[in-house]
């Protein structure tokens, strides 16, 4: 559609500004508002101007150092205007997500560009990926920082209906990113709720989680609400997740290309070799699914996060699982490794990168684990701390290679700093004291925007 045309829609639906929004290393959501009669100007043009060190900042929005080096040229941040909606909750207001560009070449340190180029490499190959994110997060009392109700009432009736106009209000947003609402319930923690959607295809299973998490954390402030993304906001209360639901498309005949009847788990070959890929890249996968320090005290036995490298059918415990639901269309592999934390972009890339070469090497993974996994012997755990799982990113030649050097580059030099500024803000970072609580340095660093 032309520019002039979606403008001139835009300002009879009442739109006076759009938004033009990009998500950062971290996932969190960066744009410059614009006025509507100039949308079209920057849809021209191949984008808006935007600060060179965009990706190259800190969760507090610090340029992570050697800052006397000269600020890196100025992106263009273009519209995808697939992405365009209008605002429900922010009247007058439309937002359309971004890629960066230098040069007039998509930025491949773009973690929506990373996503973008692994979704196409599978559908080059006549797959299309169909991925749906699940949510767990809080919901905290901007005044008192306490969560929004005291108890543990999993599905609790009375607590899932305790805020019906902020529910209302993020039911609208999800409808208005385009986004299948599924479940809203209360989960096993005070104060904290999950959100389910339904699958979606593509670069959009990544956009819409993006768009889901900013919508809500505004929404929320409205109520006087923070809604943090934070894994694990308290120590001894489980985590929040993000675990990501996959599986393959054929994009002609609409098939799950995951399923397979005559199987006893009801997968295919390629589900089994994805399946394969998630396993043996799983150190390094961590890295970029548990992307703070904070990440890693989510992995603990008794709180439903998995804590050994194991698959098992309808096991809570193992970090992959075939949900007891997966069968026929619904088939799908869970990936359980991520914590909410999470940037959407890089967490569908780098399972897809996983995925895609378990498929290209066929790889077949070991037998099931259908009991707690810390009684079964010889299981690898999950790595203890960001700076290890950064180690097996690094060792990681394939999975490097996937997501290509310059995003490599880039995160791995964002997350170290985000270890040394731990290291420098708290003394005992990395003991045993510091992962038994929860400093008020991360709820500092990761407690508001993620
Ligand atoms: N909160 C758990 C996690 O950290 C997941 C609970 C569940 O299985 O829904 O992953
Ligand atoms: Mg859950």
């Keep these: 559609m032309d520019s002039r045309t979606i403008v001139r829609l835009l300002a009879a639906a009442g739109v006076r500004l759009v938004r033009i929004e990009m998500a950062d290393t971290h996932g969190i959501a960066r744009s410059k508002t614009v006025a509507l009669e100039r949308f079209a100007d920057y849809v021209n043009k191949g984008g808006i101007n935007f600060y060179g060190g965009m990706l190259l900042q800190d969760a507090s929005g610090w340029d992570i150092p050697p800052e006397d080096q000269l600020p890196p040229p100025d992106y263009q941040l273009r519209p995808d205007l697939d992405t365009l909606a209008v605002l429900p909750y922010a ?25 973008r180029r692994l979704v196409e490499r599978f559908q080059s190959a006549g797959w299309l990926p169909r991925s749906a994110f699940e949510y767990e997060f809080y919901l905290i009392d901007r005044v008192s920082r306490s969560p929004a109700f005291p108890d543990r009432q999993i599905c609790s009736t009375i607590r899932n209906n305790m805020l019906p106009e902020w529910r209302d209000e993020v039911l609208r947003a999800l409808a208005a990113f385009g986004i299948g609402f599924s479940t809203l319930s209360v989960e096993n923690a005070p104060g904290q709720f999950e959100i389910t959607f339904t699958p979606a295809d593509g670069l959009t299973a990544a956009d819409q989680a993006f768009s889901f998490r900013t919508a809500l954390k505004e929404i929320s402030r409205r109520y006087g609400y923070d809604a943090p993304f934070m894994t694990k906001p308290f120590i001894n209360q489980p985590a929040s997740g993000c675990h990501l639901h996959h599986s393959l498309i054929d994009p002609t005949t609409g098939a799950n290309l995951f399923a397979d009847p005559t199987d006893p788990y009801g997968l295919s070959p390629l589900a089994w070799h994805f399946l394969g890929g998630l396993l043996v890249h799983a150190p390094a996968l961590v890295a970029l699914l548990s992307p703070t320090p904070n990440d890693y005290k989510r992995y603990q036995p008794g709180f439903f996060a998995p804590t050994h490298l194991c698959w098992g059918p309808d096991n809570r415990a193992a970090a992959v699982r075939i949900p007891a639901d997966a069968h026929g269309a619904a088939t799908r592999i869970e990936n359980r490794f991520g914590g909410a934390a999470a940037n959407p972009y890089i967490a569908l890339a780098a399972s897809l990168a996983a995925g895609w070469d378990g498929i290209e090497r066929a790889l077949q993974p070991p037998p099931p684990v259908c009991d707690d996994p810390r ?31 310059p995003f490599i580059t880039t995160y791995v030099r964002v997350k170290r700093w985000d270890v040394e500024k731990a290291r420098q803000h708290v003394p005992d970072y990395g003991t045993e004291a510091w992962q038994s609580r929860i400093d008020p340095y991360e709820w500092a660093e990761y407690g508001e925007l993620i």
Excluded: H, M, N, W
């Excluded at 009247?91 to 340190?109: C, F, K, N, S, T």
């Excluded at 079964?376 to 290509?404: F, I, N, Q, W, Y």
């Design 375 to 405: 009684r079964v012997a010889g299981l690898p755990t999950l790595p203890r701390s960001l700076e290890e799982a950064l180690d097996a990113l690094e060792a990681d030649e394939r999975l490097c290679a996937l997501l290509g050097e």
């Design 91 to 115: 009247p007058g207001e439309a937002r359309v997500i971004g890629d960066l560009y230098r040069d007039a070449q998509p930025a491949p340190e773009d973690p929506r560009v990373v996503c």
